[in-house]
């Protein structure tokens, strides 16, 4: 590692002051969901804030939550995503033409269009006079009736279509950061947290490239961290920023040392260098240390293991991840365990407040894993 990084660290203030000093331009983290990837950003941010202004250009769950829906319940007929411009990350909308700026990036990836409007006049549910700002939707429908196509407009767009829409702003301003646009000039830092929730795996490589390229510029002289808990993405991002530094952050409970009871943690960092990364084997790792003499067997554990099977599945070619459980023609197990593995990965199990399985769950499962690794053995020295 470099001087500035630890192997562990007992606050994510610590590792964020560290990123912060990190010689390296820019850093790429995995970390599985749970571990605090989005509170590191938080307080990566909160470190260079001062007098009401940051440094830091942000995306994670707190700008998602900068737009929210108002659906029209009275008439049900304008659905408009509203934004709360208050926040420094509108900026730029005033005088850096905006909306041509987005559709440059949005049509890599939909087909619909849309309209911002600022400092609309409006009345309340109570008759009061306000100013709302908001963006519209609208696609291109062909009309049977008549032959045509026609735009459709106020329309709602889908979750992962809401989801690229704001990815995209968000690019937009980023570019403009980086062009050392006057409304941005407050930016040094560029911290980007999971932008390819509700993606499927094309647009993940498509949103990665899109974003190494960007970061990749020659005039950037900004420093970026990326964290993402998607496999996929992680290994485009890692194979095309060959100069960034690479992490595995994880997180470890430790023994209750006070009469307090509290629990306590820490967060460690594997320095990746320049081996490659997989998703699984980490997950593999897990699993051996949960099915082990000295460790513990707890209900999340199932949603790793039907993790495991699922990039196996794909890995061959399976249809489906009971394809990787064990079977035989007289096998009687094959339809009970991937029904167990079915029922049990999609509870709210939460991995750092677990609830431990009972006996006969974890006989299930450890002759399921143990199966699922004679039939598909893999590397142990990895």
């Not at 659906?71 to 909306?99: K, Q, T």
């Not at 559709?103 to 309209?115: I, N, P």
Request: proline share 2%; charged share 30%.
């Amino acid at each position: 590692m470099s001087n500035q990084m630890k192997d562990s660290y007992s606050t994510l203030i610590e590792l964020a002051q560290d990123l912060r000093g990190s010689e390296k331009k820019n850093t790429v983290i995995f970390a599985h969901n749970g571990v605090g990837k989005t509170s590191l950003s938080v307080a990566f941010k909160n470190i260079g804030k001062k007098n009401g202004v940051g440094d830091t250009l942000y995306y994670n769950a707190y700008t998602e939550d900068l737009f929210y829906w108002d659906n029209d319940l009275d008439n049900d007929e304008e659905r408009v995503l509203m934004f709360r411009r208050e926040s420094h990350f509108f900026d730029g909308l005033d005088a850096n033409e905006m909306e041509t700026r987005i559709r440059k990036v949005l049509s890599r990836y939909s087909d619909f269009d849309f309209s911002i409007m600022l400092d609309v006049e409006k009345k309340d549910s109570v008759g009061n006079d306000i100013i709302v700002n908001y963006i519209t939707f609208k696609r291109m429908y062909y009309d049977e009736d008549v032959k045509t196509t026609e735009w459709k407009k106020d329309i709602k767009i889908s979750r992962g279509e809401e989801n690229i829409f704001k990815w995209c702003f968000f690019l937009a301003v980023a570019q403009m950061a980086i062009d050392k646009a006057e409304a941005y000039q407050w930016v040094k830092y560029i911290y980007i947290d999971d932008p390819i929730s509700s993606l499927d795996d094309d647009n993940a490589v498509l949103v990665a490239n899109h974003l190494a390229s960007l970061i990749k510029t020659k005039t950037n002289d900004l420093h970026t961290i990326i964290s993402t808990h998607h496999g996929l993405f992680y290994n485009v991002i890692y194979n095309e920023l060959n100069n960034a530094s690479k992490f595995y952050l994880f997180k470890e409970k430790l023994e209750q040392e006070d009469v307090t009871k509290q629990i306590k943690y820490v967060w460690k960092l594997k320095d990746l260098k320049d081996t490659p990364f997989f998703h699984h084997v980490a997950l593999i790792k897990e699993l051996n240390k949960a099915v082990s003499p000295e460790g513990k067997l707890y209900t999340y554990h199932f949603n790793m293991l039907r993790n495991l099977l699922e990039k196996t599945a794909a890995f061959h070619g399976f249809d489906k991840f009971g394809d990787c459980i064990k079977k035989f023609d007289d096998d009687p197990d094959e339809q009970l365990f991937s029904r167990m593995i079915n029922i049990l990965s999609h509870g709210n199990y939460s991995l750092f407040e677990p609830t431990e399985m009972n006996e006969e769950n974890k006989t299930y499962f450890k002759k399921i894993y143990s199966d699922f690794k004679t039939q598909f053995p893999f590397n142990e020295n990895i």
